[in-house]
T-cell receptor, first 115, second 114 residues
């Protein structure tokens, strides 16, 4: 079951903040966040495993709500280098055969940061 | 350098001509998977493998085959490619169960089926 990301696109100026949301109708085992620059491979940002968890580095952070059905990615004081498409990847417990967990990705959120 | 290597990076071919996209990782990862990426649809999982000789279908497996004879390699096979398989393909690997391990992606293979 593909997670739902919102918004589909965000346009901002350098220094502004953005929030990208990722939600599921079922409780999740984990949430992954990746960023993809045009024409390149997705690059791992972070994984959240526990309800209520928050983590981050530099000015990019994420949270996982208590019910483990929604995660948000926070980009603070955006830089030009933050431009790209952001994907969340989720696992639903027992979703795959044999108990394996391979992320199912959302459709992505395109972030454009202007000077 | 730890990496996932895909070949070829670009391929233009014709309908019905069998092709193989290779994927190799040098990190001794157990899990490997293939995704296709189409505009507006995100990354959709084709097949994945939990270990040697263990593979399973993802969300869009029709028209594709895979094999995992060695831990490091996970080729994607299109026996009779069709135009609707024109897409950008990514191979990924992770250390073990993907839930708490990051996915390492290859650089992608852009396939055009005419």
């Amino acid at each position: 079951q593909q997670p739902v990301q919102s918004p589909q696109a965000v346009i901002l100026r350098e220094g502004e903040d953005a929030v990208i949301n990722c939600s599921s109708s079922k409780a999740l085992y984990s949430v992954h966040w990746y960023r993809q620059k045009h024409g390149e491979a997705p690059v791992f940002l972070m994984i959240l495993l526990k309800g209520g968890e928050q983590k981050g580095h530099d000015k990019i952070s994420a949270s996982f709500n208590e019910k483990k059905q929604q995660s948000s990615l926070y980009l603070t004081a955006s830089q030009l280098s933050y431009s790209g498409t952001y994907f969340c990847g989720t696992e639903i417990p027992g979703h795959a055969s044999g108990g394996s967990y391979i992320p199912t990705f959302g459709r992505g959120t395109s972030l454009i940061v202007h000077p | 350098e730890a990496q996932v290597t895909q070949n070829p990076r670009y391929l233009i071919t014709v309908t019905g001509k069998k092709l193989t996209v290779t994927c190799s990782q040098n990190m001794n990862h157990e899990y490997m998977s293939w995704y296709r990426q189409d505009p507006g649809l995100g990354l959709r999982q084709i097949y994945y493998s939990m270990n040697v000789e263990v593979t399973d279908k993802g969300d869009v497996p029709e028209g594709y085959k895979v094999s995992r004879k060695e831990k490091r390699n996970f080729p994607l096979i299109l026996e009779s490619p069709s135009p609707n398989q024109t897409s950008l393909y990514f191979c990924a690997s992770s250390l073990d169960r993907g839930g708490n391990q990051p996915q390492h992606f290859g650089d992608g293979t852009r396939l055009s089926i005419l």
